[in-house]
């Protein structure tokens, strides 16, 4: 009997094993605050049985997604609901052109690089309430929102100029992939990284060539451009991966799940040889610590109070079990584990005049559990998450990375490590 | 990775003896391959409601009658007495009222209007403790326009015959007709997240008030967020309200998944949504780590492992054409080896495959090729020897042998 009989998936993204229970739809943020959305189960699985008889069935409001992976998560099935969206997205919008607004926002290479060399009159600029006005009326960017803050100097440049050289004293080694937002916007928390992994004796280098990861492009429908750019990450981190046997560690969840896993379900740009050789900080430090590898040492006199959040894309990837093990090493961080929920940014999304009340209405549950806990900042492992949160509640946000960089004493880890000046 | 115990499986059995062992201070790790079957519950719990296609009236008084396979005999009557007192205890401790007692069974009602036995109730659900003798005669039944979720007809009939009198009556709002524009998510969930605000339930409470007329009892589907929405409303409404279930994804089950998964979190444990196991390593008699998808090379390790995975529909259980077997460790299960023996004609009829399970000593240690494995449990649904549908003792089987397996592990 068996051998008639189809015994695997044979569909992309698990479809076939969808069995209607609809409990995506109950995790769903965006049909939670908009009758527009028709819902994760009607716009994927449901929606795509009628889209694979004929294209015209596509509904235009399935770019109300935020592909926040919430009901992938859900799933007791294991279908890839948002991947399916993604994809019908793309089957739509091939060809078509990208509005200016939704290329700047998605090309935050290209924003950066230009706003680095002007940093301090576009942070003023863009700060200004006619700018502000000209961009929501214009541009449709919303006027409550502010772009973050460009840094004066890249990380790439402080890294060449600063640390470069002394990373080859040390006897293991990773690379780095940084990301746009340390780049552009804040160099800190790439010297934060540099300087934990240093004193637990890791030599830390940049891929030969980094751009953009591209998570942008895909959410604004540059599709095109977004391979490319996959395709010359791909490559550099490979070459560190074998040529240099290095693990590559991020410290942003949304690029980190992008690099892994929507290269391949998305853009079609197979990186399963390099895909265990990518990952979080937080996730090799951790392990690192587990295995007894490495010592970390924290001041005595650290005293905080701080808030977790997990990010949408770090639930997906399932690793926030690493930040929180790390962070909860901390002896005086009293740390707080806030229940999942979306902060409606999603990127780009948020930024957008016509998306901007949604986000905020999405956000507004986790903004309730975050001033309910009564901490004095909160931590994330994502940093458009940290945009929305800092602005929403006025609340700091960090990543993981640098609480673990100001709470270590570098000179007691330093010893503990047997690392010598 | 190390923990004190690794509990595979995020539904109400994991989440009861994650807390449980929480409680008592150990680390604990909770792998839930997506949300649960604790979704689709309606608001009440079961210990035991038929034996032989006879409702039961006090369940304590005939666990000595299941066969000898049963969960609650390896127990025993006398622990399950205690340990039933202490699942009512956890619940509430994790924000979930309930009423209801293992002496005696009351009623709840399904959403489409049989009275089923019960154990524990949601405090602001519809609860009948004896249905020959009704708490009150004329009910109003006060069903939402357009909303997908509840039969009406049928729940009315259903109530009639149990010998209410009932009064259908049909009404909106504001907020409720906006969610009209998309009729495939006029369901409970949409409903509730509109359903939050003062104001948004006091417009609902007019409505009602205006229909109540003479009843005794106001019925309103199962649509509300949380208890505060409900007593918002209770404390607007003329006449006393209750709250009947809908069909599934059911807010009441949502609620108590949130609630649970809140409070464990607040414990301390570790809550990994999403992820799930895909195999073990087991060293003589010991399991050493279970890997997940997720985190990949670095596996979980504990000192005990629970089995919490549930039956066929949360893949605790898998069935493929040849065989029956657990997917994680390929554990012994019992099932029966013909297949032809796992069903029978007309699916309301008693399956045998719903009786099928991991097969565990008296304590609950799972087996495998025929040796006991003695640091993990199974609880729940994915054992043997119990029916959900037939005998209505599926919840009562996730929470009792979730806190007889952490009172185990404790004692160790």
């Known amino acids: ?421 | 990775m190390r923990t004190d115990t690794v509990i595979i499986g995020g539904g109400l059995s994991g989440l009861t003896c994650g807390i449980a062992l929480a409680k008592r201070g150990q680390r604990v790790t909770i792998v839930a391959s997506g949300q649960s079957t604790l979704l689709f519950n309606g608001g009440s719990m079961d210990l035991l409601g038929y034996i032989d296609g006879q409702a039961v009236k006090a369940p304590l008084d005939v666990i000595a009658q299941l066969p000898i396979d049963h969960p609650y005999r390896k127990i025993g009557t006398e622990r399950i007495a205690d340990l039933a007192d202490q699942a009512k205890q956890l619940l509430e401790d994790a924000g979930i009222m309930t009423e209801g007692s293992a002496n005696a069974n009351h009623w709840r009602v399904t959403p489409m209007g049989v009275a089923k036995p019960a154990w524990l109730t949601l405090k602001s659900h519809v609860c009948i403790d004896d249905i020959e003798q009704l708490p009150c005669k004329r009910v109003a039944l006060m069903c939402v326009r357009g909303f997908f979720d509840q039969p009406n007809g049928m729940l009315a009939n259903g109530l009639q015959q149990m010998g209410f009198n009932v009064e259908k009556k049909e009404f909106t709002t504001d907020e409720i007709t906006t969610l009209r524009r998309s009729p495939s998510e006029m369901r409970a969930v949409s409903l509730s997240k509109r359903l939050v605000s003062n104001s948004s339930l006091k417009r609902v409470a007019d409505q009602i008030n205006a229909l109540a007329a003479d009843a005794d009892m106001m019925l309103l589907p199962s649509v509300l967020g949380d208890e505060e929405a409900f007593d918002t409303l209770q404390s607007m409404t003329v006449k006393p309200l209750r709250l009947v279930a809908t069909l599934p994804p059911s807010m009441a089950g949502i609620r108590m998944q949130k609630q649970l998964q809140h409070y464990f979190r607040m414990l301390g444990g570790n809550y990994l949504m999403g992820d799930s196991a895909v195999s073990a390593v087991i060293d003589g008699d010991r399991v050493v780590s279970v890997t997940t998808a997720k985190l990949g090379d670095m596996p979980l390790r504990a000192n005990n492992f629970v089995l919490a995975s549930g039956s066929f529909i949360s893949r605790g259980l898998t069935a493929d054409y040849e065989r029956i077997y657990e997917p994680v460790m390929d554990l012994d299960v019992d099932a029966d080896a013909n297949r032809d023996n796992w069903t029978q004609f007309g699916v309301l009829n008693p399956q045998a495959y719903s009786r099928y399970g991991v097969k565990t000593d008296d304590s609950l240690h799972c087996i495998k090729q025929g040796k006991t494995i003695s640091n993990l449990h199974a609880i729940g649904s994915v054992l043997s020897g119990h029916d959900p549908i037939k005998m209505a003792d599926g919840t009562g089987v996730s929470l009792l042998t979730a806190l007889a397996a952490a009172q185990d592990i404790l004692a160790k």
């Open chain 1, 1 to 421: 009997m068996a051998d008639q009989m189809q015994l695997c998936n044979i569909s992309a993204n698990n479809f076939e094993q969808c069995t209607k229970c609809s409990i995506c739809t109950t995790v769903c943020p965006v049909a939670a605050v908009t009758t527009d959305y028709p819902g994760p189960k009607q716009a994927g699985p449901d929606g795509e049985r009628y889209r694979l008889k004929d294209p015209a069935f596509y509904d235009k409001a399935l770019k109300l997604c935020l592909n926040c992976k919430r009901c992938e998560v859900a799933c007791p099935s294991g279908v890839h609901i948002a991947d399916i969206i993604q994809r019908a997205r793309m089957s739509a919008g091939e060809g078509k052109r990208a509005s200016l607004r939704d290329t700047l926002l998605a090309n935050t290479d290209l924003l950066g690089t230009a706003a680095n060399l002007v940093a301090p009159v576009a942070n003023a600029t863009l700060g200004l309430k006619p700018t502000k006005l000209v961009m929501h009326s214009v541009m449709s960017i919303h006027k409550h929102r502010t772009f973050p803050a460009y840094s004066r100097t890249k990380f790439e440049t402080w890294y060449k100029r600063h640390a470069a050289k002394q990373q080859d004293a040390y006897s293991r080694h990773v690379s780095y992939f940084h990301g746009c937002y340390v780049n552009y916007n804040f160099p800190k928390l790439g010297q934060d990284l540099v300087k934990l992994m240093n004193a637990a004796g890791y030599g830390v280098h940049l891929l030969d060539k980094e751009q953009c990861c591209g998570v942008a492009l895909i959410a604004n429908g540059l599709y095109k451009q977004a391979r490319r750019q996959a395709r010359v990450n791909a490559a550099n981190i490979r070459q560190a991966v074998s040529a240099r046997h290095h693990t590559v560690l991020t410290t942003s969840s949304s690029c980190t799940f992008n690099l892994r896993d929507e290269y391949p379900a998305i853009l079609d740009i197979d990186t399963s040889d390099v895909r265990d050789n990518i990952m979080l900080a937080t996730r090799f430090i951790y392990n690192l610590v587990d295995e007894e590898k490495i010592k970390l040492i924290f001041k005595q006199d650290y005293k905080r109070r701080i808030a977790y959040h997990t990010a949408c894309h770090m639930q997906r990837m399932g690793w926030q079990i690493y930040s929180i093990e790390l962070l909860r090493m901390i002896p005086g961080l009293d740390l707080v584990e806030l229940d999942q929920e979306c902060c409606g940014i999603s990127g780009t999304y948020g930024f957008k005049k016509e998306n901007y009340e949604r986000s905020q209405a999405i956000g507004s549950t986790l903004f309730k559990l975050i001033e309910d806990a009564h901490v004095e900042a909160v931590a994330t492992d994502c940093e458009t998450c940290k945009w929305q949160i800092e602005m929403s509640t006025g609340l700091p946000v960090e990543n993981p990375v640098s609480i673990l960089a100001d709470a270590l004493d570098v000179e007691a880890t330093r010893r503990a490590n047997m690392i010598s000046d």
